[in-house]
């Protein structure tokens, strides 16, 4: 039976209930892509009535999201900072506390030729924002996952970027030159966080989310190796765990670094920490 743009929003809130708190709005959601309407659209004509194979579209996309696959998988796409980004489940989905890390990045005093180092870049959201925003600076920005590469590289191209250099490799792994900026948002949860077993989380790489030493073992492994490929005077910027930032700041310290900050994402928690690598 054939059921209009209300009847389908009953459906799928019905049927979303039990999983999602806010399961009016995911249906909206899932009714807009599936007819490819935007929300308003939705709400001006209820008494629309569904093609069959919009219908059987809609029902398919709501019993993905009803077991719990995160909309932007479904949808391909998530817009993160100005920029709308082609999306697989081989890359994390960006989030906004990571655009913390471009607004700082963007509030430094940089040289108009500056060279910047993305580390573990996934979809491509930090170095693609970067380049888009500063068509002089120079991206390199480097994954181990030879997928990941392939969207970043593809998220690259809708944006007609050239200014991007992308590398296979494990965090600084085939890195030979120096930068005015390394910055990398890599995995920090704990492999025992029960974080990981709510949510959108169990859909994303768990190479993405999740390292040794408790959520450490990668930060360490990028701070303490920072020295090697930056410039004198040059920045690191790395995204971490809330409750991280007392040894992310030890581990800066520990480097070399100064003028070590951590700033707070939207909701106020601990999000970012950056620090200068001094000319003596
Ligand atoms: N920020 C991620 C999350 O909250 C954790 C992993 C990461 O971004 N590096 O799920």
Redo the contacts with the bound molecule.
């Keep these: 039976m054939l059921k209009t743009v209300s009847e389908a929003l009953i459906l799928a809130e019905s049927e979303l209930k039990d999983a999602f708190p806010e399961a009016k709005r995911e249906g909206l959601y899932i009714l807009g892509y599936a007819l490819g309407w935007p929300i308003t659209k939705l709400i001006a004509y209820p008494d629309y009535t569904l093609t069959e194979a919009e219908y059987s579209f809609f029902t398919s996309v709501l019993q993905r999201r009803k077991v719990g696959e995160p909309f932007a998988y479904i949808k391909k796409s998530k817009s993160f900072w100005d920029l709308e980004l082609e999306l697989d489940a081989s890359v994390?989905i960006p989030?906004p506390?990571?655009e913390l890390l471009i607004e700082t990045i963007l509030s430094i005093d940089l040289s108009e030729n500056a060279k910047l180092l993305d580390l573990g870049t996934g979809s491509g959201a930090i170095a693609i924002s970067l380049a888009a925003h500063q068509p002089d600076w120079t991206i390199s920005a480097t994954d181990m996952s030879e997928r990941a590469l392939g969207v970043a590289k593809k998220n690259a191209d809708n944006y007609q970027l050239q200014n991007i250099h992308f590398q296979l490799g494990n965090w600084y792994e085939g890195i030979v030159d120096k930068f005015d900026v390394i910055v990398s948002?890599?995995?920090?949860?704990s492999p025992d966080s029960e974080?990981l077993k709510l949510g959108d989380?169990r859909f994303e790489p768990i190479t993405?989310?999740v390292s040794a030493k408790n959520g450490l073992a990668d930060l360490e492994h990028i701070i303490l190796n920072a020295p090697k490929h930056i410039k004198l005077d040059g920045y690191l910027l790395v995204?971490h765990g809330y409750d991280q930032s007392e040894r992310v700041k030890e581990l800066f310290s520990q480097a070399g670094f100064t003028d070590i900050q951590t700033l707070q994402d939207i909701q106020g928690l601990d999000r970012v920490t950056f620090g200068r690598y001094p000319s003596l």
């Design positions: 994390l989030r506390e990571t948002n890599p995995p920090y949860i974080y989380v993405a989310l995204e």
